[in-house]
Every structure is written in structure tokens, then in C-alpha cells.
């Protein structure tokens, strides 16, 4: 989690065109499609330690909207403690620069970093999560049956071990739903790029949602072992809780959300934001 490319690549250009709010006692912003469109499901993201306010991962919510018809919320379950913008020249600085600068760099990366590190420990975050993921589906149980649609979670990094964490529904008790049933999980589709701190194979195999996976073929957290070892944890996985693993050839870690738009990485970005999408149409449509 506290590897260098966590907390290193670029901004983008773009402004967001949902907005912000208050739900369930979170900070979120929200975006949700078009006026008479349908919502075909809530999707809702956790993002990288740069948090529910940055840019990138706001763009990234709208295009799913766009493309999927999906009511998308980013929620902020850091409890205010996101990496500070700042910490992504300052970690591109202290990997590319000149050897003699990387202590006056190592220094504030440290500074940036720590607050974050302390705050959003897997334990420590993940109850933030379960309460708001309660208050999700317990909202929209409470509709009327044509208004009620399935839920999706993309977890980006540090949001991939949450995803885990949530599928697991040993970790993360179910809502009964109106007819006294109770769902699998607290979601029901999940998908992750460039997870981070994932236990392989175990907390793989004890997910119980289909899931989506993008990994980079350079990211750090997947060498040649760890990934055959991922591949064969959801490849083990069939039914109702299908999963599928996609490798991006020079794809680094970060690669779905802090690519450069300049290079060749932005082309596997977007294919991997299409891979989210597709992917949570196909499981929604069987739900």
C-alpha cells in the first residue's frame, strides 16, 4: 500500500460534473444519469489514497455514468484524511529525479503520506465501509420494487482490499432483503484495478460477488508468482461468483487512474474503464 507508485503518476484535464453531498453521514460526490434515462445500478467507488475528491477518480465516475446509466457515488471513507494532491509531483520527483534531491523529497513524501497511512488502515476503514454500504442497500430495499437496483463497487488500490473485504460476507453481514431473504453481500457485482494489500489466495477465494479484475503487467504488487497465483484464485471461481482477470502489457500500478494522457498508458486506461463497464452490465443484466 505504501509502495512509491501508490502515491505517484498524473493529473487529468477534465472538469466533473456531478456534485457533492452529504449521505448516509458521508461526504460523497454523486453523479447519476441523465433525465429519463434509467439507473441501471448503483455503482459506487473506492478509490486510491488520493481519495474521493480528485479529479481523476471523479472523471472516471462520470464516464461509468455515461457509458453504463449508472448512478455512480464517491464516497470519502479516509474520514477527511486523503493523500494531499501535492504528494503526486512530490513522489514523481523523489522516483525520476536526480539522486541528489531524493532525501529533500523522501522528506515531504514522508509528511504527505503519513496522515493517510495512520488514518485508513484496512481496520481501520473498513467499518466506515460496512456502515455505509449498509445504509446503501437498506435505501434502496426501501423503494418500491421498480426502484430498486442492484449494486456494484470498483476499488481502485487501496479500494481493491475494501472490495475484498466486502465481498466477503463473514467480514461483512448481508441486509435481508423485503421478502426476509438475504443477499449474498452487501453488493452484488464487484470490480478492482491495480488492488493493493490483498490477501492471495484467501481473500480472493472467500469473496462471494462475480469480480473483475485489471492488472498492470509492471505493477510491483503482482510479480510473476503473486499474479499466476491471483489468476489461479479467480480462476477457481465459477457460478454466481464468476470472476475474470485482465493484464494490461506496461500498465505500472496506478495505470487505471493516474495515467499520463499523453502516452500509450491512457490507451490501457481506457480499456480497463471499459472493462469496469462491461462487466458490471453483463452481472447486472442476471440479477
Known amino acids: ?5 501508490c502515491f505517484s503518476g498524473h493529473v487529468h484535464n477534465g472538469e466533473p460534473k456531478g456534485g457533492e453531498t452529504k449521505i448516509y453521514g458521508f461526504d460523497a460526490y454523486i453523479v447519476e444519469p441523465e433525465a429519463g434515462k434509467p439507473v ?3 455503482i459506487v467507488l473506492i478509490p486510491d489514497a488520493l481519495g474521493w475528491d480528485f479529479v481523476n477518480i471523479r472523471i472516471l465516475a462520470d464516464h461509468f455514468c455515461d457509458k453504463g ?3 455512480c457515488i464517491l464516497p470519502d471513507l479516509m474520514d477527511g484524511r486523503t493523500a494531499p494532491k501535492w504528494i503526486l509531483k512530490t513522489f514523481n520527483s523523489l522516483m525520476k529525479g536526480p539522486w541528489y534531491a531524493k532525501p529533500y523529497h523522501a522528506f515531504f513524501a514522508l509528511i504527505g503520506v503519513t496522515p493517510f497511512l495512520l488514518k485508513n488502515t484496512p481496520g481501520k476503514a473498513f467499518p466506515r465501509a460496512v456502515s455505509f454500504f449498509t445504509a446503501l442497500r ?7 420494487e421498480a426502484e430498486q437496483h442492484p449494486i456494484g463497487c470498483a476499488g481502485y488500490c487501496w479500494g481493491g482490499k475494501l ?8 467480514k461483512a453481514p448481508p441486509v435481508p432483503d423485503n421478502s426476509g431473504k438475504e443477499r449474498a453481500c ?3 457485482v464487484g470490480y478492482s484495478a491495480h488492488p493493493s494489500m490483498l490477501k492471495i489466495p484467501g481473500e480472493v477465494e472467500a469473496m462471494q460477488v462475480p469480480a473483475s479484475w485489471a492488472i498492470g503487467s509492471e505493477d510491483a504488487g503482482f510479480p510473476e508468482k503473486t499474479l499466476k497465483l491471483f489468476k489461479e484464485a479467480v480462476a477457481g471461481k465459477q457460478g454466481d461468483v464468476e ?3 485482465k493484464v494490461y502489457p506496461g500498465g505500472g500500478h496506478g495505470f487505471a487512474v493516474r495515467a499520463e494522457e499523453a502516452e500509450a498508458a491512457m490507451k490501457a486506461a481506457d480499456q480497463a474503464e471499459d472493462q469496469a463497464v462491461d462487466w458490471f452490465l453483463k452481472c447486472f443484466s442476471r440479477l
Do not use: H, Q
Open 243 to 245: 470472476g475474470e482477470v
Open 1 to 5: 500500500m505504501s509502495c512509491p507508485e
Open 40 to 42: 441501471r445500478g448503483t
Open 138 to 144: 437498506r435505501d434502496i430495499l426501501s423503494r418500491p
Open 163 to 170: 472490495l475484498a473485504m466486502l465481498s466477503d460476507p463473514s
Open 69 to 71: 446509466s449508472f448512478r
Open 186 to 188: 452487501l453488493l452484488d
